[in-house]
T-cell receptor, first 110, second 109 residues
């Protein structure tokens, strides 16, 4: 009965590959987010979707493409992975003013 | 844009109180949050405070907000080893959370 879940938990891949990370929430929330946490633990928002519509896009390279097939899912596809994409990616969802985070996907680009 | 600052480290003895501080620049932040991140884990929402409040208490946690100085603090009473983690403050006036740099709390016996 996990509220916000992400798959995979770990992802190790080569530079130049394309990969996807999936997120699902069973809280019935309308809004979902992707955040990136770098090696210094700094957290920054990447995208926000409300009811399948893009609301926030924080100057993220267009190699990153979020997709929301329905309001319970927000996936993140990354093309042509670079070394600097190595980070922990967190999905979150919210209904009111509180955001609930998933466990994170640890991406390592070699 | 919003800038949120925290001290990087705090070390306390088990049973003492911990106070984690945060300063922010955007006075329009209507909600301010504290999240906890344990090693290898996601972010756990601990508590939040509306900007029209000065204080909020929730069991061992006390949040103090000084809007004039744009200063937020989290006090953990009777700190336990299980409280060792990184603590993030965050501000929001829309759906976008702006996180602080995180404070690593270490509790020693």
């Amino acid at each position: 009965d996990t509220a916000v879940s992400q798959t995979p938990k770990y992802l190790v891949t080569q530079m130049g590959n394309d990969k996807s990370i999936k997120c699902e929430q069973n809280l019935g929330h309308d809004t979902m987010y992707w955040y990136k946490q770098d090696s210094k633990k700094f957290l920054k928002i990447m995208f926000s979707y409300n009811n399948k519509e893009l609301i926030i896009n924080e100057t993220v390279p267009n190699r990153f493409s979020p997709k929301s097939p329905d309001k319970a899912h927000l996936n993140l596809h990354i093309n042509s992975l670079e070394l600097g994409d190595s980070a922990v990616y967190f999905c979150a969802s919210s209904q009111d003013k509180t955001q609930y985070f998933g466990p994170g996907t640890r991406l390592l680009v070699l | 844009g919003e800038d949120v600052e925290q001290s990087l480290f705090l070390s306390v003895r088990e049973g003492d109180s911990s106070v984690i501080n945060c300063t922010y620049t955007d006075s329009s932040s209507t909600y301010l949050y504290w999240y906890k991140q344990e090693p290898g884990a996601g972010l756990q929402l601990l508590t939040y405070i509306f900007s029209n409040m000065d204080m909020k208490q929730d069991q061992r946690l006390t949040v103090l907000l000084n809007k004039k100085d744009k200063h937020l603090s989290l006090r953990i009473a009777d700190t336990q080893t299980g409280d060792s983690a990184i603590y993030f403050c965050a501000g929001a006036n829309t759906d976008k959370l702006i996180f602080g740099t995180g404070t690593r709390l270490q509790v020693f016996p």
